[in-house]
């Protein structure tokens, strides 16, 4: 987006189609981009040109842009940051509001996160985590026969994909298939960043990333149970925060944090929290209430599994369909395989 000869703003709008007569819906991830003083005329701009383009049910934003207020304490409770999110919108956030667009809880990508300026020496980054975090990442480096580096083999690939489902088995969430995984290195080539930690020959940990010009992503980590013992998913993780340092980026993303087990491990490796925007949608069709009423059914669904959704995923029309009836009637549906 252009005002003159000055770029105020860019995005890449995804269409995810969806079963009549709902047409699609216009999804942005991690975006736009713009300068505070400009993210009113862009997002003004934006809806606009997807409106009139694509029309599409609704256009749903989650820009990485910190909640006003945030940085949080780490630990800080639900109250905490609903209070934040409940405050009058002043400045920015209240042209945010003029362009059309509402908070939405149908999340995608989690807002609660833990983002590490990761441009400090070593020594510095290393004072950002617990004594015990500290003491573990020096454990796991002095390990015999330990190393860290990038997977480069499909035969590595493997053993990530095998620790990646174990991982997802333990920690009770769903999972892509292989072929999937394998489209991100491939597609994204030296965007993706897959990084691991080996006992000898025996890959143990691993930590994939996604990465632009400033910012590390974190798509997946896991470790296997020898790994653990080593505390190799400790060292592994400062390594990569190094890692993303030499290759000139400043902000490493954790990617969300939750009350889980997972998440109280990203946190051992900052002293705060952050605090994205979060989910804001601008409806562009009359049908958006119903839409949004049945989505959080088949996201329950998901929840639940991969397998669990087969049916859904064979008969996306038919689970929307159910989900908009039960949304309709206030009764939840199920979808069986």
Do not use: C
């Not at 059309?100 to 809880?105: K, N, Q």
């Not at 470790?223 to 902000?251: C, D, I, P």
């Amino acid at each position: 987006m252009h005002d003159g000869d000055r770029t105020i703003g860019s995005a890449q709008v995804l269409l995810r189609t969806l079963p009549r007569p709902f047409r699609s819906l216009a999804y942005i991830p991690r975006g736009p981009q713009a300068a505070e003083e400009d993210r009113g005329p862009v997002l003004a701009a934006l809806t606009e040109y997807v409106r009139t383009t694509h029309r599409p049910i609704a256009l749903s934003i989650e820009p990485d842009w910190e909640q006003p207020g945030a940085p949080l304490e780490k630990g800080a409770d639900e109250t905490q940051i609903a209070v934040l999110q409940e405050r009058a919108p002043v400045g920015w956030l209240a042209e945010v509001e003029a362009a059309g667009f509402r908070r939405s809880t149908n999340t995608g990508l989690i807002p609660r996160t833990l983002i590490v300026d990761v441009r400090a020496d070593d020594e510095t980054l290393m004072k950002g985590l617990t004594s015990s975090t500290r003491q573990n990442v020096r454990k796991s480096f002095r390990a015999e026969g330990v190393r860290f580096g990038e997977v480069t083999t499909d035969g590595d690939l493997d053993a990530v994909l095998a620790i990646n489902r174990a991982t997802a088995q333990r920690a009770d969430f769903a999972v892509h298939d292989d072929a999937y995984h394998r489209g991100i290195r491939d597609l994204l080539g030296d965007r993706s960043r897959l990084l691991a930690a080996w006992e000898g020959e025996e890959l143990v940990a691993f930590v994939w990333l996604v990465v632009s010009g400033t910012t590390a992503f974190e798509l997946y980590g896991g470790v296997n149970l020898r790994g653990m013992k080593l505390r190799l998913n400790y060292g592994l993780k400062f390594h990569a925060m190094t890692q993303m340092r030499e290759a000139g980026v400043s902000r490493y993303d954790f990617n969300g944090l939750l009350n889980d087990g997972i998440s109280d491990f990203k946190r051992q490796f900052a002293t705060h929290e952050d605090l994205l925007l979060g989910t804001w949608d601008v409806p562009l069709s009359p049908l958006y209430s119903t839409f949004e009423r049945a989505l959080p059914v088949v996201r329950r669904g998901l929840k639940r599994g991969v397998p669990a959704v087969r049916g859904a995923l064979r008969d996306p029309r038919g689970a929307v369909e159910a989900a908009v009836r039960a949304a309709r009637s206030g009764k939840p549906q199920s979808t069986t395989a």
